[in-house]
């Protein structure tokens, strides 16, 4: 059974940053590439960030390009997302996904196991 745990959620003012992290339970990641998404109040889930499975592409989304870096320690099991320069916009459920299936980064269908998410609330 794959489980995956975030952590590193919280309150923090805007232009501050957190780093959210990412254990992975039952199974080695290093098959894997792995995700950050999120979902605000009323809105639907959205892409954050994704890396490659060697580590060596990442990927962003245009709302957080510059800002947010994602990483990963196959030896611990472990993906990271660092968050600088936080805005309240950022605000969200960040959720940590590992990729299942050939297909796009992007898209939240090709990934099969889903952590139960980490609250981020930026104030202004």
């Known amino acids: 059974q794959v489980q995956l745990v975030e952590s590193g959620g919280g309150l923090v003012q805007a232009g501050g940053s957190l780093r959210l992290s990412c254990v992975v339970s039952?199974?080695?990641?290093?098959?894997?590439?792995m995700g950050w998404f999120r979902q605000a109040p009323g809105k639907e889930r959205e892409f954050v960030a994704a890396?490659?499975?060697?580590?060596?592409?990442?990927y962003y989304a245009d709302s957080v390009k510059g800002r947010f870096t994602i990483s990963r320690d196959n030896a611990k099991n472990t993906v990271y997302l660092q968050m600088n320069s936080l805005k309240p916009e950022d605000t969200a459920v960040y959720y940590c996904?590992?990729?299942?299936?050939?297909?796009?980064?992007?898209?939240?269908?090709?990934?099969?196991?889903w952590g139960r998410g980490t609250q981020v609330t930026v104030s202004s």
């Open positions: 996904a590992r990729k299942g299936s050939a297909g796009s980064y992007y898209g939240g269908r090709f990934y099969d196991y």
């Open positions: 039952g199974r080695t990641i290093s098959s894997n590439a």
């Open positions: 890396i490659s499975v060697s580590g060596s592409s990442t």
